[in-house]
């Protein structure tokens, strides 16, 4: 089994996820005794949140390679970047590492394919639906059509991330206004839901959504265990 070197702490509520959908993955494939290989670098997130909302991506791509590098020499074979915005700087960490990169989007575009769904809709942070590193992976690489919602409900879903969500808060009230921007995703025409922040699965589940929803941290987390158990 190879080396899993994950890159956390964005928020730490969802790399809690990651290290546990690894573990379950691994003994579930494996059975027995069998665990994850996996070494965590968990980042300061208060400093990667002011950098995100001051624009300093620079600075934040600094501290996203420096981890990546420590998880190289520490010994992984993989990186997997636990958190869905912070792929915007998925160049700067492949070019300062010799180890693959495991991309979010590309995971989540297979299981949205292997279901037969072409057009979906995403949520996540504002970063995430508005710019194109995300989506625009997933169109031009995946030939999927995304739909994002609009601009007030996009602020609201921002909201709810950082204010709620990343400080582990669950209000069944920000639950049933993802249930209605997601059913307004289906009246647009998405076949599915990509939950486009690891944390927002902590909030909706199948039940609250009326389209399939593509949860990425498990996605993630599972897509990495099959490269390390087949590698």
């Known amino acids: ?25 691994v ?6 005794l069998h665990s994850a290989k996996c070494i965590l ?21 600094r501290i ?7 998880l190289e020499r520490a010994g992984a074979d993989l990186l997997v970047l636990c958190t869905n915005t912070m792929h915007k700087l998925t160049c700067e960490i492949e070019a300062g590492v010799n180890i693959p990169l495991l991309h979010i989007a590309d995971a989540a ?3 949205v394919k292997a279901a037969g769904i072409s057009r979906v809709g995403l949520l996540g942070t504002k970063f995430t639906m ?18 994002i919602p609009d601009e007030q409900d996009r602020e609201l879903i921002h909201q709810v991330i950082y204010g709620e969500l990343c400080l582990g808060i669950i209000e069944p009230e920000s639950r049933r206004a993802f249930a209605q921007i997601i059913a307004k995703l289906a009246a647009a025409g998405a076949q599915g839901v990509i939950l486009g922040c690891t ?24 897509a990495a265990v099959e490269w390390a158990v087949n590698k």
């Open 1 to 25: 089994m190879k080396t899993i070197g994950l890159i956390g702490g964005m928020s730490w509520e969802s790399s809690l996820e990651y290290y546990r959908i690894l573990n379950e993955t």
């Open 27 to 32: 003994k579930e494939r494996l059975g027995g």
């Open 41 to 61: 670098y968990s980042v300061e997130f208060a400093e990667i949140e002011e950098l995100q909302h001051t624009g300093r991506w620079g600075d934040a791509a």
């Open 64 to 70: 996203m390679v420096e981890a990546g590098q420590s």
């Open 109 to 111: 575009a297979e299981a």
């Open 130 to 147: 508005e710019q194109d590193f995300y989506k625009g992976r997933l169109a031009e690489k995946h030939g999927l059509q995304v739909l």
């Open 199 to 222: 944390e927002i699965e902590s909030l909706v589940r199948q039940e609250d959504s009326s389209l399939p929803i593509f949860p990425t941290t498990r996605i993630h987390a599972e």
